[in-house]
T-cell receptor, first 113, second 111 residues
């Protein structure tokens, strides 16, 4: 089966600019996650979707970050305006509803200068 | 709030050695625990998933154990190979399917 697809692979922007990341999960996976991984740390959950609905966005900085999942398939994560501390790898993952491992994409490496 | 700690942060071993990676978590009320592998510039690959009712899981040269009451898990790698070099992350699911990760152990296996 095809894996989780993410684009772009790399992005360099200046602070205060905006950026968007795209994710296409594995077909049939109802649950989709966005994680932020800062260098040297483990991933931290930003938002979790179940089909179209948001399950958990408690750690999403909502003043600058937004995410949507259209038609329960693809998802986009947006940052506006970006800050230096947003430099990280943004990982998308998907899974079946219960008792199955998460499948991760290769991530988007964001550098904010 | 669940916190996950991994020790050591980095490990370098000669090829062929058996090794143990450690993971501890503060809240024993977990649904499952997963071990992942991350290669440089790549996403995470799931290695083993242990349900809270299980004590261990095995896949090839990998064996993961879980002691929920003490808040600990170990990943045992037998007969290590240079291809095992990567960062290994453990993560716990407290039942909401959102994982809390440790910072990982960076493993280097010397040929």
């Amino acid at each position: 089966e095809a894996g989780v697809a993410q684009s772009p692979r790399y992005k360099i922007i200046e602070k205060r600019q905006s950026v968007a990341f795209w994710c296409n999960p594995i077909s049939g996976h109802a649950t989709l996650y966005w994680y932020q991984q800062i260098l040297g740390q483990g991933p931290k959950l930003l938002i979790q979707f179940q089909n179209n609905g948001v399950v958990d966005d408690s750690q999403l900085p909502k003043d600058r970050f937004s995410a949507e999942r259209l038609k329960g398939v693809d998802s986009t994560l947006k940052i506006q305006p970006a800050k230096l501390e947003d430099s990280a790898v943004y990982l998308c993952a998907s899974s079946k509803p219960q008792d199955s491992p998460l499948h991760f994409g290769n991530g988007t490496r964001l550098t904010v200068t | 709030k669940q916190e996950v700690t991994q020790i050591p942060a980095a490990l370098s071993v000669p090829e062929g050695e058996n090794l143990v990676l450690n993971c501890s978590f503060t809240d024993s009320a977990i649904y499952n625990l997963q071990w992942f592998r991350q290669d440089p510039g790549k996403g995470l690959t799931s290695l083993l998933l242990i349900q809270s009712s299980q004590r261990e899981q095995t896949s090839g040269r990998l064996n993961a154990s879980l002691d929920k009451s003490s808040g600990r898990s170990t990943l045992y790698i037998a007969a290590s190979q240079p291809g095992d070099s990567a960062t290994y992350l453990c993560a716990v699911d407290t039942g909401r399917r959102a994982l809390t990760f440790g910072s990982g152990t960076r493993l280097q296996v010397q040929p």
